[in-house]
């Protein structure tokens, strides 16, 4: 008798959720973007390490995956940078090699919006440091100004997802 109780509350269940998925009037909810998926994709280490790594030691960026609300992008700083804001994007970083900071947060002075309220340039006063290591995970959300370097004699690379909102 329990497992029919349990089989009842089930269907009901599966029966709502069904319901609450269908629009007014019966048609299909429309597609949420007008990407289409991304196919199965295998990359062996070398080919990694290919994005991310230069000969001639210059800083590389190689974005991966771009979709309208998202990208997946490989970075390898060598050198100082510019601070950022971006106005419409998530950055969620995972560190995946040498050792770098970032300093966030404070008053961006100087910047100028290069398109789609993402502020660059000028100098960033106050702030938060942190120095990052190979592991480490960071969120910076929307309109959080903040400005990447990589410690003097290291490079620094990581893996970033940004996601549009």
């Given at each position: 008798?329990?497992?029919?109780g ?7 269940a599966?029966?709502?959720l ?10 299909p909810?429309?597609?949420?973007h ?10 062996p ?8 790594h ?7 960026s190689k974005?991966?995956?771009?979709h ?16 950022e ?6 950055d ?6 040498g050792?770098?900071?970032i300093t966030?947060?404070?008053t ?5 919006d290069?398109g ?11 702030g ?7 592991g480490?995970?960071l969120v910076?959300?929307?309109?959080l100004v ?6 003097p004699?290291h ?6 997802f940004?996601?549009?909102?």
């Open positions: 008798m329990r497992h029919w349990f089989l009842a509350g089930a269907m009901l599966t029966l709502s069904a319901a609450s998925a269908q629009t007014p009037g019966g048609a909810a429309p597609a949420p007008a990407t289409p998926p991304d196919a199965f994709v295998y990359q280490a070398a080919e990694v390490e290919a994005l991310t230069r000969t001639d030691g210059k800083p590389q974005i991966v995956i771009d309208e609300y998202y990208y997946i992008e490989y970075v390898t700083r060598t050198i100082n940078t510019q601070s804001a971006h106005g419409h994007w998530y969620y970083i995972h560190v995946l090699d050792e770098g900071t966030y947060g404070g961006q002075q100087g910047a100028h290069v789609d309220l993402e502020m660059r340039g000028g100098a960033l006063a106050g938060k440091t942190i120095t990052l290591h190979p480490d995970r910076v959300p929307p309109g903040h400005l990447f370097t990589a410690t004699g490079t620094f690379t990581y893996l970033i940004k996601q549009r909102v």
